[in-house]
T-cell receptor, first 111, second 112 residues
Framework: DQQVKQNSPSLSVQEGRISILNCDYT??????FLWYKKYPAEGPTFLIS?????DKNEDGRFTVFLNKSAKHLSLHIVPSQPGDSAVYFC??????????FGTGTSLTVIP | DVKVTQSSRYLVKRTGEKVFLECVQD?????MFWYRQDPGLGLRLIYF???????EKGDIPEGYSVSREKKERFSLILESASTNQTSMYLC???????????FGQGTRLTVV
């Protein structure tokens, strides 16, 4: 059973607007969450992470929000740029254990 | 700069062949992982290793084995390749404490 879910396979956003990518998880023991960005024919690259002791982490245009009670996290990209067009994976783990990945959301930023 | 290197970007193999996928990291990380990525299924863990000569099965280990004789190298072995093993294979490494994993560039394997 999928422990990490990304229910939106794709998302299109106008350049300059906000992109919001969502992720849900089922295991309440997860305490570390990450977002990765992946271009075709390349490996995923790390974007941003958050531990369960926080509810928000910001890095430049990227902000991750964690709602532990809802078992939900989201990635906000503001402002969105055409170079942000990629597949975004969320991942979760319990400290020291394996990562569980979602199925990915393909973001297209329209110029 | 952090580096995880996979030996091949593209491979084409025949059904029944034994296939070796090699991965090397230069960060002295203890943990190494092999994933496969398929459309609509995300990244699924095949095997991982917490230390030299140690290995643990992931979610989909059937048809695969691994070898970790040296800390920097983690090999994935397809004992007898089948067409359903056509996929993108991704190697990753991570330090022991809770940190992000770093991925290689991926190997696109096609089994014909």
């Amino acid at each position: 059973d999928q422990q990490v879910k990304q229910n939106s396979p794709s998302l299109s956003v106008q350049e300059g607007r906000i992109s919001i990518l969502n992720c849900d998880y089922t295991n309440s023991m997860f305490d570390y969450f990450l977002w990765y960005k992946k271009y075709p024919a390349e490996g995923p690259t790390f974007l941003i992470s958050i531990s369960s002791i926080k509810d928000k982490n910001e890095d430049g245009r990227f902000t991750v929000f964690l709602n532990k009670s809802a078992k939900h996290l989201s990635l906000h990209i503001v402002p969105s740029q055409p170079g942000d067009s990629a597949v975004y994976f969320c991942a979760a783990s319990e400290t020291g254990n394996q990562f569980y990945f979602g199925t990915g959301t393909s973001l297209t930023v329209i110029p | 700069d952090v580096k995880v290197t996979q030996s091949s970007r593209y491979l084409v193999k025949r059904t029944g062949e034994k296939v070796f996928l090699e991965c090397v990291q230069d960060m002295d990380h203890e943990n190494m992982f092999w994933y496969r990525q398929d459309p609509g299924l995300g990244l699924r863990l095949i095997y991982f290793s917490y230390d030299v000569k140690m290995k643990e099965k992931g979610d989909i280990p059937e048809g695969y084995s691994v070898s970790r004789e040296k800390k920097e190298r983690f090999s994935l072995i397809l004992e007898s390749a089948s067409t359903n093993q056509t996929s993108m294979y991704l190697c990753a490494s991570r330090a022991t404490v809770v940190t992000e994993a770093f991925f290689g560039q991926g190997t696109r394997l096609t089994v014909v």
